[in-house]
């Protein structure tokens, strides 16, 4: 999981923070690879790494002569390759050629004809013996270069882990200082005050959820939990598959879902004793379907009045190709919500492979 450029400048700009310039890479690469060699790498020039570099050339002759015992007809330095690779990516580059030099030197005496030998060579030999010292060399220059990216990667590893720990502090004393300003500005307008206050506290919660994920978004019932966990978590359920929504879906999801649930609180089944609110999402494709489902409440009914919280649930979803449709049932509000995951983040799928959360009731441990 990596923050990049978007992540950071996202977060920057939101509060006016300076921006860090970050370069994106995953494990999945090869020089993500390079990289976990790189956390066994031994210092380069030290008696260790020489002595691993002769241990793989011992290796490398050993299975050489093991295959011999098999055929005749096996080049004499195919196994000494992956000798050199490995002595120059954990030893460097001193290591690594001090396998190429050890190990040629050896099949040449062992294993090209004549046998326990150096002389005399034939033009055939003599080619190939100068084509493993090109190859291995090569093979050096390689190992290198990419132990040298690793340690570049490591470095700038280490900054981004440092600004997302400072952006994180940097946001929540922002989010504090603007809560007091709008509770005292806000002082004679208790109503709104609160509810400013609330969306804000929404927010931040989410944002420590994208913060913990490396910025790469949040957890659809992680983002549920928070803003529902307030409330009885006994008549509180959710079942759907795990699913890791992307940074702005999961910011405007929070909203969303806080609405929902501030309604609940104040009108709908949360509102009494006997109430009951259960939600189910699922995905099929890039489609996902959200059903909140309330029950066991006072009775609720449509109004005209169109208010902050109305047209939030009007548009919120509009730009990921989605729209959330409202029912007032006799025994409570039905909302359905659909979106398209794959619109919120490009052609990058976000669906994690994850064992389905049946059942899982908000109090309960993840």
């Known amino acids: 999981m990596v923050v990049g450029n978007a992540e950071c400048r996202s977060f920057a700009l939101k509060f006016g923070l300076p921006v860090f310039k970050l370069r994106q890479y995953r494990w999945g690469s090869g020089v993500g690879i390079v990289r976990r060699f790189a956390r066994w790498r031994l210092e380069p020039g030290s008696n260790e790494a020489y002595a691993f570099a002769i241990g793989c050339v011992a290796v490398a002759t050993a299975l050489r002569w093991g295959l011999g015992l098999i055929s005749d007809d096996i080049l004499p330095f195919p196994t000494y390759y992956p000798a050199v690779l490995f002595a120059a990516l954990i030893g460097g580059t001193y290591a690594g050629t001090l396998a190429a030099t050890l190990g040629g030197l050896i099949a040449w005496w062992a294993f090209v004809a004549p046998q326990y030998a150096f002389l005399p060579l034939n033009a055939g030999s003599g080619i190939s013996l100068v084509l493993y010292f090109i190859g291995t060399a090569l093979i050096i220059w390689s190992a290198n270069h990419y132990a040298t990216v ?19 502090h940097r946001l929540k004393n922002k989010v504090a200082t603007i809560q007091a300003i709008i509770s005292s500005r806000l002082r004679d307008y208790p109503k709104a005050r609160d509810t400013v206050i609330d969306m804000l506290a929404s927010l931040s919660a989410t944002d420590d959820l994208i913060i913990s994920t490396q910025g790469e978004g949040a957890f659809i019932k992680d983002i549920i939990k928070a803003e529902v966990g307030p409330y009885d978590s006994s008549r509180v359920s959710m079942q759907g598959p795990s699913v890791l929504l992307p940074q702005k879906l999961a910011i405007t999801m929070a909203l969303v879902v806080h609405e929902l649930a501030t309604n609940a609180a104040k009108y709908g089944a949360l509102a009494s004793p006997t109430g009951r609110l259960h939600i189910v ?12 489902q309330e029950s066991g409440g006072p009775l609720v009914t449509s109004s005209n009045h169109q208010g902050f919280g109305s047209r939030l649930l009007d548009r919120a979803l509009m730009p990921f190709d989605g729209n959330i449709e409202r029912r007032f049932e006799p025994d409570g509000l039905i909302c359905e919500m659909t979106l398209n995951i794959r619109t919120a983040q490009g052609l990058e799928e976000t669906i994690q492979p994850a064992p389905p959360v049946t059942g899982d009731k908000v109090g309960s441990p993840s």
């Open 281 to 292: 999402w699922s995905v099929k494709a890039s489609q996902m379907v959200i059903r909140w």
């Open 150 to 168: 690793a340690a570049r990667l490591e470095a700038e590893e280490e900054l981004r882990k440092l600004a997302v720990e400072e952006l994180s």
